[in-house]
């Protein structure tokens, strides 16, 4: 890393320059040991990486790290030096921005860091529940073991996302089709025919003046019609990442008659596996609990587990904290009820977090078998509206000719 300082030499003269060392006290100590005194020092930020820029594209994703760590496990299972190691995947990664985390990790821990630790610097690349897998294992001098569970973690929840991403895709795709369909011919198609409905004086059927109106509205607001779309989504947006809108979107979720069971499904088998990953990893479970608030993107589930984490703290378990909220099926609660009495919390949590990602795949199946043929439907609806409401007044026009 490189800083840049001014300081004053032996002489009394006042110089500048930058330095490039591994932290701010190797900085100072060099300068002092050329004979200055440091008046100030300041860390050059370095230019962001096209991987930082562009992070959905470029930037580290959950399975680099994946492949890394499993990589990792096995040359330290061979007998490699984890610096070793390190060093030798530093060569072999690809990516530029993985690249440079790597180089990262070997230098703080040729500084003295703990791997835990130097993982930890790199949020956006190590979640938090990693590092403290790895932090176990580090304590319990098993740190392949530890790579491998985080490796099981990662890979569940990478699957998960996956899951839901693809039940998206092809939604996504019919309505942004069916929306430039529509649109070109509303703007581009339709005008030129129904002037010349216009012209003819024919009775025009009820479908025909609606889409007449319609297109007339699109025609002549058109710039209006943009700039509220631009408004509200730009308002949309701004209001989801305030705290408030971003809960009553997460509550909307919930709530959605299809899309509501499975987010539930999907949070509550990264909870359930937090959990017992965490907790198999020796940590107490006030703490499991906080790290299972943080891993939940969903708000209204994230409170709840809070108030179950203050339940614990107070005493009264995990299974009673959990009944009082709705967000967490009773099949949950009645599974760490038993695991709290048998001391089998951690083995219940990993079954029930199986059995959640087997009811998650299953519905997410049934829900995209019936995504498909609903937008297809619609936008058939939509497109036949339109021919019709062009085809009656033309069969019209064709009978006055005969």
Not at 63 to 81: C, K, N
Not at 239 to 245: D, L, S, T
Request: net charge neutral; glycine share 8%; hydrophobic share 45%.
């Amino acid at each position: 890393m490189s800083y840049k300082y001014l300081a004053q030499s032996a002489d009394g003269k006042i110089v500048k320059g930058t330095i490039g060392v591994m932290n701010e006290g190797m900085a100072e100590e060099a300068l002092q040991n050329e004979g200055y005194t440091v008046l100030h020092l300041e860390a050059i930020k370095p230019r962001p990486s096209m991987g930082e820029l562009f992070p959905s594209f470029l930037g580290i994703k959950s399975q680099d790290v994946i492949d890394f760590s499993r990589q990792l496990a096995t040359l330290i299972e061979s007998g490699m030096s984890l610096t070793t190691s390190l060093n030798l995947l530093r060569e072999q990664v690809v990516k530029s921005s993985f690249r440079k985390v790597i180089a990262g990790l070997y230098e703080e821990l040729q500084g003295g860091s703990s791997f835990s630790a130097a993982l930890a610097k790199y949020p956006k690349a190590f979640p938090d529940i990693y590092c403290r897998i790895v932090g176990a294992g580090e304590k319990s001098g098993n740190l392949e073991d530890a790579l491998r569970q985080a490796i099981r973690h990662m890979e569940r929840g990478t699957s998960a996302a996956q899951k839901v991403k693809r039940i998206m895709i092809y939604p996504s795709i019919l309505v942004v089709l069916g929306i430039v369909v529509v649109t070109l011919l509303i703007t581009v198609a339709l005008p030129p025919l129904l002037d010349m409905f216009d012209e003819l004086d024919v009775n025009l059927p009820w479908t025909t003046r609606l889409l007449i109106a319609v297109t007339d509205f699109f025609s002549g607001y058109k710039f209006h019609v943009v700039g509220a779309l631009i408004v509200m989504v730009v308002f949309i947006l701004w209001y989801v990442k305030r705290p408030a809108g971003r809960l009553m979107l997460d509550r909307l979720f919930l709530r959605l008659p299809l899309l509501g069971p499975i987010t539930i499904l999907g949070n509550m088998a990264l909870f359930s596996r937090t959990i017992s990953v965490l907790m198999k990893a020796g940590l107490p479970l006030p703490q499991v609990m906080e790290i299972a608030r943080q891993t939940t993107e969903n708000k209204v589930i994230g409170h709840a587990i809070g108030e179950v984490q203050q339940g614990i703290l107070q005493g009264r378990g995990l299974s009673k904290p959990m009944a009082m909220h709705k967000v967490f099926p009773p099949l949950l609660v009645q599974v760490a009820m038993v695991g709290e009495q048998t001391g089998t919390l951690d083995a219940n949590l990993e079954t029930i977090a199986d059995f959640y990602e087997d009811e998650l795949d299953r519905k997410i199946s049934v829900l995209t078998s019936l995504i498909e043929p609903i937008m297809i439907t619609a936008l058939g609806l939509g497109v036949g509206f339109i021919a019709l409401s062009v085809i009656m007044p033309m069969y019209q026009i064709l009978g006055k000719i005969k």
